[in-house]
């Protein structure tokens, strides 16, 4: 049997050097998987639903028939804060002042939270987030990037399984998710994508809202206003635009609160906040605090006092053991004079569940919120105690369907402590705090799994591709200095492949013997790193030598220094926000500026005439096609107000010009056959060894 330093000699020429380069490829393959492991959370989206069963409840009485929900987009909490702030800003503070007013007015009706949104603060996960209670994560599977249709339970769901109708108007987002549940009659989407524009969403929601709440023959609205996170992404949060909108907002809520009759219930929050310059996206505190409004016009959902077992305090958290440390219930705002009620954002979906009589969605991991639940149920018992009760078992359920999914191996290492948890909060004794603890620790739990970044794996996978770039150098450094490149091209194809192997059986080892020191890694994860690490040491360590870290030659040449300084520039421009916001632009600048090398330094150094013309007329042409791309632009939410979107075929409409949609693939095919059959017909450089 041929060993494998003898099969790779028997190979040809022309396919050594084609498995270097898939050698090399398979190296960045491998980092970006390691990578992307740690970076694009994912999680395993159940399909099952929530049902009641003769065995037991699953949901309370309703304290109201009827619930509108209203988002204003990016409402960030202080935007509606009671409390006051040593430094207050005129255009956002103080100005959408209703929900303080009437909670101060109405504590038993109305409440005001501060609620954590969980990352990516994007308006598509936030909406999986407050309709299923669940921790959407950059890729669920089961589902694609944008606004695929979310098929787990949810409260829209759970709506239409109860025969509620069910209206909808504003960000077209919504019917993406959920294309098929609106009423056909009453639903408004508009378009979402420009953000230059600031009140023609919010002008339709109005339009529509008022007359639906008027007219009646719906049980549940949903309104979700655009034009507060337009004016962020545009002037940010502290502009005349700002103090414009929000008081637009509390004109319509305060209409609103008017025209509702008493047995609808009201919901307005945001979706996620947005951080001093108006954006959002990540885990900043500007970000995750959200405003949540709670209130019930004339029916009264606290009418007892908070049991002091409800809510954890400092004392409690420190001497229970089971307690969620990071379960915070009073968060002070940046800049605030006073702490107020923290909760989870996702807590909105089983506390609205229960208000309206419906399950809870399956899965579910917000819990239910104590305010709200504060008074006796007709058996005399605490309405509290059997939310949390319900609360308790559906979340349960929805980990035990997990654990016994595909994916379920991720709960492993949490299953045991989840269960005994389990069991303390379902005793006939179980106290209110027990009942938390589980839910709390279970959030916390797939938390843990979903929608935090491991950055163990990022930072491995980034140091493991940032090493291809010395290993491809020293190999082509090798190969130019070597008289006879197949040689070295034998050598490192056989060098990596022996280093991956030992390398892999080393992380294999490592994981299966120590656990505690590589925990963050799955098995493949391990046995991967060690591969990758293996075969980049073993080829550096045979390539390496002094002349392998210097410049070629004629690497400063007038004719190479530029592009190669060009590239350079262009690779580390990755690694700054601002260059990555105007990424098509600074593309095109790089463009030009070597265009202008080939007509200034190459085009008159030519050696015959016919080339100097052809490589100038090329330039110009390549250069007047780069302008007429420019004209066609899709902006990203940061280049506003400097940039207009020009690519879709209407300022109204995000859809493709149809000469784009035909027209491109047409050309992908055309301009291979055109280069080759007639610009490269003359010269063959195509055909250079």
Request: with cysteine.
């Amino acid at each position: 049997m041929l060993s494998l330093h003898q099969r790779i000699r028997s190979l040809a020429p022309s396919r050594v050097i084609t498995w270097v380069l898939v050698w090399i490829f398979a190296l960045h393959a491998a980092s970006l998987y390691l990578f992307t492991r740690g970076f694009l959370l994912s999680r395993l989206a159940l399909s099952d639903k929530a049902t009641c069963s003769p065995s037991g409840p699953c949901s309370l009485p309703p304290t109201h028939s009827k619930a509108i929900l209203i988002i204003i987009d990016s409402l960030r909490f202080d935007f509606i804060a009671p409390a006051s702030f040593n430094h207050p800003d005129e255009h956002h503070h103080g100005v959408l002042t209703l929900p303080a007013e009437l909670t101060a007015q109405h504590p038993d009706r109305s409440f005001i939270f501060n609620a954590h949104s969980d990352p990516p603060t994007a308006t598509l996960q936030r909406i999986k987030g407050i309709t299923t209670g669940s921790l959407p994560t950059f890729v669920d599977m089961g589902s694609n990037f944008g606004a695929s249709e979310i098929n787990e339970d949810s409260l829209i769901h759970q709506l239409t399984a109860a025969w509620k109708r069910v209206a909808f108007m504003g960000d077209d987002t919504w019917t993406g998710v959920y294309p098929s549940s609106f009423h056909p009659n009453m639903t408004w989407p508009y378009d979402s994508f420009n953000v230059e524009d600031l009140h023609s969403v919010d002008e339709g929601v109005i339009r529509h809202i008022f007359p639906l709440v008027r007219d009646g023959g719906w049980d549940f609205a949903i309104g979700h206003f655009l034009g507060v996170d337009h004016v962020g992404h545009r002037v940010g949060p502290s502009g005349e635009a700002m103090r414009a909108k929000l008081k637009q907002m509390d004109n319509v809520l305060r209409r609103l609160t008017e025209e509702i009759d008493d047995d609808t219930l009201l919901v307005v929050l945001g979706d996620h906040g947005m951080d001093l310059k108006g954006d959002h996206g990540g885990d900043g505190i500007f970000e995750t605090s959200s405003a949540m409004w709670i209130y019930s016009k004339s029916v009264p959902l606290a009418t007892l006092p908070l049991p002091q077992d409800a809510l954890p305090t400092l004392d409690t958290s420190a001497n229970d053991p089971d307690a969620e440390p990071s379960d915070v219930v009073w968060k002070t705002f940046p800049d605030a004079t006073s702490p107020s009620r923290a909760i989870q954002q996702i807590d909105i979906v089983p506390t609205l569940s229960l208000l309206l009589g419906l399950p809870i969605p399956f899965n579910n991991l917000g819990m239910v919120i104590p305010e709200v639940f504060l008074r006796q149920s007709a058996s005399n018992k605490l309405v509290l105690d059997e939310a949390m009760q319900l609360n308790a078992d559906q979340i349960q359920a929805y980990l035990a369907a997990y654990r016994g999914s595909a994916s379920g191996g991720e709960l492993d290492e949490a299953w045991s402590r989840l269960s005994r948890l389990h069991g303390l909060a379902t005793t006939p004794t179980a106290s209110l705090q027990q009942k938390r603890n589980f839910i709390r620790q279970s959030l916390r739990s797939c938390r843990e799994l979903w929608a935090q970044f491991n950055v163990v794996l990022m930072v491995s996978g980034l140091v493991a591709l940032g090493m291809t770039v010395p290993v491809a150098w020293s190999v082509y450094r090798a190969i130019d200095q070597a008289p006879s490149w197949e040689v070295i091209s034998e050598g490192v194809l056989h060098r990596g492949t022996v280093g991956a192997a030992i390398g892999g059986a080393v992380g294999l080892v490592v994981k299966v013997v120590g656990r505690s020191l590589i925990g963050q890694f799955s098995l493949l994860q391990a046995t991967l790193l060690g591969a990758v690490f293996g075969s980049e040491l073993n080829v550096l360590a045979s390539t390496a030598s002094a002349t392998i870290f210097t410049l070629p030659r004629n690497f400063f040449h007038r004719h190479t220094a530029l592009p190669v300084l060009v590239l350079i520039l262009h690779a580390v421009s990755y690694t700054s926000n601002s260059f990555l916001m105007w990424e098509d632009r600074l593309t095109q600048y790089f463009l030009f500026t070597l265009l202008f090398t080939s007509i200034v330094i190459s085009a008159p150094t030519a050696p015959t005439h016919r080339l100097r013309i052809r490589i100038f007329g090329f330039s110009l042409a390549t250069a007047a096609l780069l302008r007429l791309i420019a004209t066609s632009t899709v902006c990203r939410e940061e280049q506003q107000p400097y940039c207009s979107v020009t690519f879709y075929s209407s300022s109204t409409t995000p859809v493709a010009p149809y000469l784009t949609m035909f027209g491109a693939p047409l050309a992908a095919f055309a301009l291979p056959y055109v280069l080759h059959h007639i610009f490269l017909a003359t010269s063959r450089a195509d055909e250079a060894p």
